[in-house]
RNA sequence: AGGGACGUCGCCAAGUUGGUUAAGGCACGGGGUUUUGAUCCCCGCAUUCGCAGGUUCGAGUCCUGCCGUCCCUGCCA
């Protein structure tokens, strides 16, 4: 049984568009591109972004560049353009060319001269605090800079010299001269060159000046004969300056940007800046925490790009802001882990059963299969004896109605073994539950036809001679309210669920899961999908909760209550 | 003098140039299979498209006016 097929990719706007485009001949090829800076990790919401440009890109015939954004050296790091990179790659995704927008400061610095030249930019010498109160209000226009009519040659001069290194930082800046009565306010003079004398990651110190997003990233798009330049919501207002700068300066094509909705998912952040903050005030266990949001928890969680491929096709593109609940994220992990993933037993809480007519000192050794639905994945052989663990979950003394499980005098079924039945109820002078006595039924081992005999519940187990003592990890969503960004008067770590790990460190697995390493997959039974962590080792095996299975159980257990 | 967007079932989301019964998924409810209360399989689930008018033989799709939500005043991206 292999995994299902990704799901159809439903059609949305920029499909839609782009197809016409094609069709009418517009464009020979798609070229896209995923743009990040590299100043964090990459999360689920930029797997959004990856997934529609790699898409579009394949669908129509073309390809797409990875390129970093790296126009701000203040906060840009050689290590997360090193993690986005492996990142895109375990997502599934080929790049065609690696490219930074560094590689065109020369060229771009050539653009900023021809704007000059051709009077639509100019040298500012005010100090931020300046151009700011002249930008104006959202309702009132802005002023015109004194220096805004200065000669182009002597912006020219100036901007040598801002090149140069001559100018401190914030001496002055470079201004596209556009409209300082612009409605939208990205119009209004906007600044596309900054003094930086700041190290770059790549360029070092052969640059103290440094483009503006504005300024670098769409002459980047243009330069690499990007067709499509898919972005974010919050850049539809940049939209009218990035075609400005493309209609006056000599770019070799004319990429188009398009806006889409950007991911929100609830009970979670996606804003880097907040990520960051997790991160670096230590309220995780860094950008990989399995309970972060990145691609680098996610995949230490336990999920699998495949997943979250489906996961980012289901969810669709539009320019509607939209919160997707969690679970869709958990149930796309579900739904492609149950095909593939073999199964496994393993006791989270264990509870000791003495099988009393079981031979002391006896192995017996039953045949498991891997997959209840794949005979594909073929079968195992799991060890009992007479004494068990099973889950402490799995035994209530005071059973409601509806609890199918162990109960004094009741029977259950044990996952690929046979019938047991609790004889007694030990406990210690406290009246604590010490251990439980049950007898099987001989004649119902599984494959023979006292199998057939129908009981209500069927629980897991291990040996207990042959149990594998581990540690568990079970991870619960990171915040406790759905919109922990919500509220700018509370700090969103307020926010915080303390509860969002919970360590076991007395688990006891099949054997032969000591031997797992990261990447591995299992579900064990009636429980999760459960993975290895990097930290695992067979003296010392730690594994993470992916997801829980679907649990109607607890549900019911829930309203009865 | 503000500008830019968005509003179709609890959550996502299709809805071609207006055309006759408003896709699909998730969630939810009911039933069946089952040695995972898992999976899987059936069945059900918007007389209605933010609201109010208008145009039309016919409107979610066109027009007008409201209402609601989001984004924009970094030398961040």
Redesign the pocket.
Known sequence: MSPPEPLES????IR?RIRKEVESGQYEQVVTRFPP?PNGYLHIGHAKSIVLNFAMAAEFGGYTNLRF?D??PA?EEQRFIDAIKEDVSWLGYRWQNECHASDYFETLYEYALSLIDNGLAYVDE???DR??EQ?G?????GTNSPYRDRSAAESRELFERMRAGDLA??A??LRAKIDM?A????LRD??IY??RHQSHPRTGNDWCI?P??DFA?GQSDAIEHITHSLCT??????RPLYDWLIEHLPVPSRPIQIEF?RLNIDFTVLSKRRLTRLVEEGYVDGWDDPRMPTLAGLRRRGFTPQAIRNFCT????????????Y??LE?NLR?DL?ARAP?RMAVLRPLKVVLTNFPEGEIEWLEAAN???DPEQGSRKVPISREIWIEHDDFMEQAPR????LKPGGEV?L???FIIQCNEVIKDSAGNLVELHCSFDTES???QPG?DRKVK??IHWVSALHAVEAEVRLYDRLFRVPNPSANKEVDFVEHINPDSLETLADARLEPGLDQAVAGQLF?F??LGYFVPDPATSPEQPVFNRAVT?????A??EKALA
């Open positions: 439903p059609t949305h706007f839609t800076e954004d126009t701000n906060r005010q100090d931020g151009i700011r930008r209000s959202l309702t009132e226009p930082d914030g002055c800046v009565a409605p939208n306010i990205n906007p600044v900054r003094i440094y503006s997003y990233h919501l919050e850049f539809e207002d940049h909705a289901e969810i669709g593109v539009t320019k509607s802001e939209s919160v997707i609940p679970g869709v149930r739904d149950n199964r997959h209840p639905q509806k609890f199918f499980r079924r996952r690929n073994a081992r599984s494959g199998a519940g069927t579900q039974e009636r299975l679907r649990d109607t159980w549900k019911l």
